[in-house]
């Protein structure tokens, strides 16, 4: 079984597991920084050679002020060849790289902590769990790499459901170990894939490697703070016993376990960097369900 | 002087002083974690309450799917009472806490290394300099808290130009000292001054605290990587000289020293944490002249 | 009593009272062009210098591409010094000059003909009565000029209950009659009262003249196909009979009849053009809930 | 030779050939109203179905409140069960059915009436010239149906270039003329092989049917006040004499004509519906490039 973490930090939390990075869980994360190398994990906002779900619309940026508006801040005293670029961005909260908030998935109607899914409303926002309850996630980032693991390719076959005994496995391999409070990534190659697959202009598919709900369970009782993936959903898809968002349910819904989905990974584990120090911080959106993140992982 | 950094790290360098931040730097930076507090800088991203800039317009969270969709992945083996929440995110770039890429200001129709301000395109963006060149900075932060130095209240007086003789008198009374590589944090009151008087019905003054010419040279001087503070624009308004930007084109222009506005510096500046790791991890859109942010300093 | 449409067209009917206007209607309607004058009745989209509602945001016109993406169609065989400029349009369905669509409003959890109103979802969109049902609204338009009958100003006092007797007098007074397929146009003169007050600086009020029940019922019993104003709402705020949205019930969802705020009556009344050809032709978006307009009176 | 009409109603003219539409034009177009049928020529407004270009993103139109916000006006006296939807809209100017501004196209570096093409400004939009100047078009609208006349099927083929001649001829069959002061549309059926095409799955060309620069000449010397077509660009595609935005600089840039392009002509061409008035009213988007538009034709 996984864990239920509802009441764990009283009938009010909004932040879930991120009540387990006490000052002193941040200290021992930071003494993992050993090398000083810097990973960033976002992949490209963009509106091409990324992986986008259609209803989730093209992210765009859109230039808010350019050369051709020379001159505007002559009034406040500006010099000839002074003047400033700016853009707009208009991207849905969960495309590309992002940071799944508390309130983005229900089961039996309700969110972590048992919060009515009517919580979030259209005009109005998240009224609890929402992503600005986040603030900044500072944990041990442990790096589980399925490709050298399973070591059939450059990606985990689609489909494949990651177990516990796999992760376990992996960990044991590489010589880690995970902890309480850890934020786990999980390298399943999927990005790789779709990139070489996009390549080849094949349609892409929705199959995914991603872990199970054995796996899902295993890092509930682990009690670890969040779980991040490559690819779309951190779960396998089809998912698990065929039951929609399952894995999201065990983690999200019921621990409080923050997910990440498209991080990019394949950095650190040329590198061999599994064990570091993870700063993730979405932005501060009042009432959002999530936010696209660019996560700073340093070895 | 301050410093001209064209050239230094190659004439096709478009990350500027983020080359100093090299794994060695990093490793010093992250022994300045002495406590294990972690601090989210960034201010609420929403439509009042926070000091927005007209023409940049308003942010907007819209809801992209809730409540009422439900039953929408009935055809992917969804149980009722499981879905999703999600919104869209519109916003300008600059808005809120946010930092500037290299392609957002020029002078003398230049950024930084020589880059012609023609570089940025209304439809194509950024060709160089854009924000997605940062990746995630990672540097030694240290807090100058000038209100505490001044002591003349809860801000520093609107328009005051902070000097380098200012910034070394507070770091030196703080017992913290400036180093190459670090992010340093100018805390000026801004944000509490522009929050009591929107309590009070005040009109917003464009005037503001800031470092003016002098203290940019200085920094620039000291090699530092960036520099941040809670106002709207790091320098002081009206712009010292009546140059327009004048301190941005000192640091970011001449010196590719990043720049970074709106923080929130009141609670690391109560607890008297002057010294931490700052991570700062600007979205990764492509082309983009600056990244909405929310650093975390961890003390 | 006004009048309730429901089933009168089809219990499956989605575009209510434009159903009156039959091609003899419209054959009729289009004699009443005498003069040949072309009016424009929609206000500017922009930022500021015009009413809006602040939850639904700031009309925004962003570039998409402008002179510096000279050169991107050489491959297109482009002549040097030829080009194309674009933008991007955000903005609420309802700012500014707006028609409402039948799933705009709803009373008892019912829109017009007995639709629910969960029939409007977040991701999905109006599975029923959205504004794309409209087509073009074809109709003779009658203008009752409320200020030219009333004489105590350049607008109707801010909360006047414009009734029926108001409006049939008005009529008499102005030669004309209000007949079955209609689309009448009432000027209160708010949109003078919002220039003028916001020229003095002064806060805008929430109250408004406008039509109350009494008129709205004789204009339902009239059989109108549409009801417009120069103000927020059609309707007088605060509400007669302190009853939300009570005239938006008694048109739109009752009867079926189409309501436009925010028009510029100003010159048709000026010019004493009374009746014309009134045509409104909201945007085609699939699933919305109303749309910005301009409508064109031929007078 | 085309026409050049720079200069003709003013050197500061800012409308075009809507000048040719006077009072006498627009009454004499009115008696062009035979039938009373209302035909709506815009396409759909959505992600999917449609012809879109890809640089212009994909239109969205987005939810601002639904039913989960019930209650939020009960402060106003609501009755419980009354409510509102709300959306907004978020697309490219150019993106369906629209209307090109005369800012839009330029040649020479020139735009209609010798605006120089830095007058559209990235923040500051168009400075002359923008879509908001043409407030409501009303014309006699004439529909040549050029699918009928080549009767080679149920478009005209791709890349065809439709002359001077095929025009003049087709309108001698339908027994039409085609004088000053008209708004021609020319149907080529590309729309209705677009969405053939997209039923068959197949990979949407870049080439089209449309008028080359004879035609524009012609119509031009007709004195037309706009042209418009079912096609992406009016214009025939590859370009005619491979010079990119040829026949718009022939009607846009030199005459002032106004452009509408993927208007759905279908209806009046199966009724045969070749004269009547056309009105068409682009949203008053103050400085931009252009609008999208569902004119309506009444026959």
């Not at 609890?128 to 059939?152: H, N, P, Q, S, T």
Request: glycine share 12%; proline share 4%.
């Amino acid at each position: 079984m996984g864990r239920n973490n509802w009441g764990r930090w009283g009938d009010d939390d909004e932040r879930g597991a991120l009540n387990l990075l006490t000052p002193d869980v941040v200290k021992a994360a930071a003494s993992s920084i050993t090398q000083g190398r810097v990973y960033s994990l976002g992949i490209p906002i963009q509106a091409h050679g990324v992986p986008l779900m259609d209803y989730r619309g093209t992210p765009m940026r859109l230039t808010l002020q350019d050369s051709t508006d020379d001159g505007i801040y002559e009034m406040y005293g500006c010099h000839t060849g002074t003047g400033a670029h700016e853009d707009v961005l208009v991207m849905a909260a969960h495309t590309t790289s992002h940071m799944d908030a508390l309130v983005h998935v229900y089961g039996d109607y309700r969110h972590y902590n048992d919060v009515d899914y009517k919580t979030m409303r259209a005009l109005g926002g998240a009224q609890k769990l929402g992503i600005e309850k986040v603030g900044g996630l500072v944990a041990r980032g442990v790096l589980l790499d399925m490709v050298a693991y399973f070591d059939e390719g450059d990606w985990v076959p689609l489909g494949r459901n990651i177990t516990a005994n796999d992760l376990q496995s992996a960990a044991k391999k590489q010589g880690v170990e995970v902890r309480a409070g850890d934020a786990v990534l999980v390298r399943t190659g999927y990005l790789q894939f779709w990139w070489d697959n996009q390549a080849k202009g094949g349609p892409q598919p929705f199959e995914q490697a991603g872990i199970g709900i054995d796996a899902a369970n295993w890092l509930a009782q682990c009690d670890v703070a969040a779980v991040a993936s490559d690819n779309a959903a951190v779960e396998v898809i089809p998912f698990d016993n065929n039951d929609f968002l399952t894995v999201h349910k065990i983690l999200l819904v019921n621990a409080g376990i923050y997910m990440m989905e498209f991080l990019n990974l394949v950095e650190p584990a040329r590198d061999g960097a599994y064990e570091g120090l993870l700063t993730v911080a979405p932005l501060k959106v009042t009432g959002a369900t999530g936010s696209p993140i660019n996560p700073t992982f340093i070895s």
